[in-house]
Every structure is written in C-alpha cells, then in structure tokens.
C-alpha cells in the first residue's frame, strides 16, 4: 500500500455534491468524486469508461487553509448572443489549498501519479473554471493514509502561516472511515454522498461513504533567523568621533 | 551639519502615511528640518532603513526639532537621537575604510537632439544600476574595495540590497495636472577606501544623484565589521 499526494491549490476551486438546478453549490474540502474525476481524467478515461479499480482506494483530505465562499451570479448567452443562458448562482472556494491524500495498491498509485504530471485531459478543482497552480503531485509516499496526512508539513501560503506563527494552526482532516486506525477513533462522523459509481453523462450514480473528522495541529517551520539588529550602525562612529574630539 | 535617527513604528497610522509616500515624509522631514534647508552642500537628506526596526536617518544643516515627528510615528518611549556630524567629519583620512549603505536613484540622461534638454531614464537591471555607483566613485573621493581572491573589475565590494520604486503623485503649483513621479530607489552596500577626504566629506553632505528630496542620496558610513 502507498499514497499519493495531491496539492489541491488554486485562485478558485468548486467541490458540489448537493448542487441542483441553477444554485451551484460547493463543499468545504474536495470531494472523492471530485478527485478521483480529476485522477480518471489524467489517465485519460472518458466518463463512460469503468472506474471500479478507483473505487477501491481509500480518500483523505487536510484543510491547510480553508479559504472562504464566494458567490458568483452567472448570466451567460449562448454562442450567437441570441438566447440567454438560465440564470444561476455557482459558488466557489476561493484562496484554499488542502492536502488530499489516496491510499491504495502501489503500481496504480504510481500510474496515478505519472498521469497527473503529464494528464490527458486538462485538471481542474471541481469545475473547468478553476484551474490547479502547480505542483499538483507530491510524489507517493510510502506510509498509512493516516500518518501521511498528519505529518506531510504545511501548505498554507506564507500570508496565513504568517497570521497564524504564534500560536499552532489546527487543521481539520477528513478521512474515510475505514483509513482511521482503530485506536484514533474520536467518533465525529458524518455521511458524505460523493462516491462516484459512474461519472457516465446519462446516468451518474453515487454511493455514501462514512467521514471521519479530525483534526491537526499545525505549525510553520521555524523562521529563519533574522538578526534583530541592524548590522549598519552610523551612530555609533559618530558618537564616537564626537567624544575624542 | 546633524545625523538624526528616529526610530518609527510602521504599525502607527501616521507612521505607515509617511513610510507610503516620499512626498508626505518629504514634507514631515523639512518640517522637522526647520527654516534654513537649502539646496546645495547643506541641504537636508534623509532615508528610511526597514528592518526588524525602521528607522529613518536626517541629515540636517541645524540641529532639527524631531519632538513632533516622534510623537506622531515614532516608537514609543524611544526619543530622536541627533549628533553633531562636524567631528566625524574631520575625522574622515585617505585610506580608512568603511562599511556605507547608500539609497540612490541611478539614472541616465538621454540625448533628445540639438538645443533640447535630456531625458532622464532609470537604471534597470542590477548590473546597470551596480555599474552606475561604480563608474561615479572617483568623484566622490573613495574606491570600492575589491572583494578577496578576485582581481576581476565586476567583483568590487558593492551589492544592490534592495530596489524599491515608490510611485506618487506631484501637484505643480503653477501646473493644472498632477505629474506622475516614478522613484528608482536603490540601496547600494559595500565597502570603501577613502582616497580624497574632501570630495567624500562634500558627498556625504550634499547627498549622491537625483532625487535627493525624496529619501534618495544619503551616505552614511560605519566601521567594518561593527556588530
């Protein structure tokens, strides 16, 4: 068993599950079908293609900075410019990067993860408007889902860690059930309906999976040392001169 | 002549209005300054040096009353600090050698034909605007230190620490718009040799290149390797 880690980073990202008619909703964190759409897609699978190998990997992700809910109200004409397009309301996370994590055999892992650095089919975080910043892979790790989540380091951009250097930022972490060991069980569980059990255009299924919710502590990496004083004095020479004269 | 230094505190609001802008703390340091603040080798200079602490250092004809200024946007419960820079001045020898920071606008003029006055235009690229110190050292009576283990030219003691381009707005009394005015502020460290004290002296008084108002020109040394 490996993982692979994706660094899911960009100006907007839409992760829907309960989206219905013209309201475009979006999650807090990236969806398994979200993700495992974006991963089908790199290997270059159509919708209609069998996705029951993905099916089997396990799904975690880490909130490394949870960025904040934008509404976007959307016209848009159709090619001509003759017939408007229904109205509609998509909402977006904007200025989030989280850490998702995919647990499962090693030489599909590592497939996974040659097709996201060079994908058939452009990635996107949810919708086609909002495009990843790189790197999207982080390489494959060799660890349980669990531990490689909690102990990969920090994300966020420097603006955040900034805000948060004095005291630890406690990132939430939002796992499959079954990827939690026995022994960290905290019992703050929800269902999620993002299982994807066809992605296929007429009939797209999915299933429920059980969500565990936990959360991590993190911190910056120590700041480099900064000298506190300014090493160029003038002063003092003056001070000086002016004593022996 | 007097060497102020003023510690400011940029999570002051008045602080963060001058830090903004050289226009504004152009005018808050000749207020500062007082009347007589000319041109010419006796003109008042100053420059900002950011860093863990912020300071600004004034170099005025007279001694300067900073009391306003500090209580506006300095940090508190540290006042203005002002020598006489005449000793250190007199001091100053052929071949002593000095660690200085220098915050200049190096720029060049371009000819625009017969009978008409140059463009200015601002040094770019770190090299050019490196280069630029470089080439003007004999007037200012020192030389730049070559750095060890290296007779090559480029490799003399001079580094470009930091380039700002602070952008403002000027109202011309006698001109309907307001011009836009570009500053190309670089701050030069190295080390120096002096080789004609009285040229040095003049630099360190009147100030180096344009932009003189505008925290650009100050020269201010200090001992090598004085932590």
Not at chain 1, 39 to 59: H, K, M, N, Q, W
Not at chain 2, 67 to 94: E, H, I, K, M
Request: hydrophobic residues 35%.
């Amino acid at each position: 068993m490996a993982v692979l880690l994706l660094r899911l980073a960009g100006p907007m990202q839409a992760w829907g599950v309960k989206s219905r008619f013209t309201v475009r909703a979006t999650e807090l964190a990236p969806t398994k079908s979200g993700v495992l759409g974006m991963l089908a897609s790199a290997v270059g699978r159509r919708r209609t293609d069998p996705i029951e190998d993905l099916l089997r990997l396990r799904f975690g992700v880490r909130k490394d900075q949870p960025g904040t809910v934008i509404r976007d109200f959307h016209t848009a004409r159709s090619l001509d410019g003759k017939d408007s397009m229904p109205l509609s309301e998509r909402y977006y996370l904007t200025d989030a990067v989280f850490l998702a994590g995919i647990e499962g055999d090693d030489a599909l892992l590592q497939g996974l993860d040659e097709a996201v650095k060079h994908p058939v089919f452009p990635l996107y975080l949810g919708r086609r408007s909002c495009p990843p910043t790189q790197p999207v892979s982080l390489g494959l790790r060799d660890a349980p889902l669990y531990d490689a989540l909690r102990e990969e380091p920090w994300l966020a951009s420097p603006w955040f860690r900034r805000r948060h250097r004095h005291s630890a930022f406690n990132a939430e972490l939002l796992l499959d059930l079954d990827a939690v060991p026995e022994e960290e069980h905290r019992g703050d569980l929800r269902g999620s309906r993002d299982v994807p059990l066809s992605f296929d255009p007429r009939r797209r299924e999915y299933g429920f999976r059980q969500v565990e919710r936990l959360e991590v502590p993190l911190t910056a990496p120590a700041d480099k040392p900064s000298s506190s004083v300014d090493a160029h004095d003038p002063m003092a020479d003056v001070e000086e001169a002016a004593q022996c004269s | 002549m007097f060497l102020t230094k003023i510690g400011l505190d940029p999570s002051r609001r008045l602080a963060r209005k001058y830090l903004g802008s050289p226009q504004v703390m152009h005018a808050v340091v000749m207020k500062a300054a007082g009347e007589d603040s000319g041109d010419g080798a006796g003109r008042v200079l100053w420059r900002v040096d950011p860093g863990a602490s912020t300071s600004l250092y004034l170099l005025t004809p007279s001694e300067p009353d900073c009391t306003q200024l500090v209580a506006d946007a300095g940090v508190r419960d540290l006042q203005a600090r002002t020598l006489d820079y005449s000793p250190f001045l007199n001091q100053l020898d052929s071949g002593q050698l000095w660690a200085f920071r220098l915050a200049a606008n190096p720029s060049r003029s371009v000819a625009q034909g017969p009978g008409k006055r140059g463009k200015r235009y601002g040094h770019v690229t770190v090299e050019q605007q490196r280069q630029w110190l470089i080439n003007r050292t004999p007037n200012y009576g020192f030389e730049l230190v070559p750095t060890e283990g290296d007779d090559d030219e480029a490799a003399q003691s001079v580094v470009v620490v930091r380039r700002e381009r602070p952008i403002f707005n000027r109202q011309r009394p006698d001109a309907e718009v307001r011009d836009r005015v570009t500053i190309n502020r670089t701050v030069y460290e190295g080390v120096l040799q002096v080789t004609n004290p009285d040229k040095l002296r003049h630099a360190l008084v009147a100030g180096i290149g344009r932009s003189k108002a505008y925290g650009c020109g100050l020269l201010t040394l200090a001992r090598v390797g004085r932590r």
